[in-house]
């Protein structure tokens, strides 16, 4: 069973930058699929970016060319960098794993809130 906590978000200005964490507990980690999504204030959920257990990378194009997703395997964590933020990106974030034969994210974390001042 694989267990998810973020971590890392707070408050930044425009322009700035955030790092966020996506540790995941039980075994196998490195077959995991593992993406970010984000819910705004009434808004609903939306993909942010992901990346397979072989390291291929996904972006929304809302935050390509700002945004980084990573993975250390033997830290059983991914990590989002988070640059040039916008006043838009403020949400709270979400990281969700996928097994390797699953098609959907099962398994969500509880959310970590990112705020963006202008």
């Known amino acids: 069973q694989v267990q998810m906590v973020e971590s890392g978000g707070g408050l930044a200005q425009a322009g700035g930058s955030l790092r966020l964490s996506c540790a995941l507990s039980?075994?196998?980690?490195?077959?995991?699929?593992v993406g970010w999504f984000r819910q705004a204030p009434g808004q609903g959920r939306e993909f942010v970016v992901a990346?397979?257990?072989?390291?291929?990378?996904y972006y929304a194009d809302a935050v390509k060319g700002r945004f980084t997703i990573s993975r250390v395997n033997a830290k059983n964590t991914v990590y989002l960098q988070m640059n040039s933020l916008k006043p838009d990106d403020t949400a709270v974030y979400y990281c969700?794993?996928?097994?390797?034969?699953?098609?959907?994210?099962?398994?969500w974390g509880q959310g970590t809130q990112v705020t963006v001042s202008s």
């Open positions: 990346i397979s257990r072989n390291r291929g990378t």
């Open positions: 969700a794993a996928r097994g390797p034969t699953m098609t959907e994210y099962k398994t």
């Open positions: 039980g075994s196998d980690f490195g077959t995991y699929d």
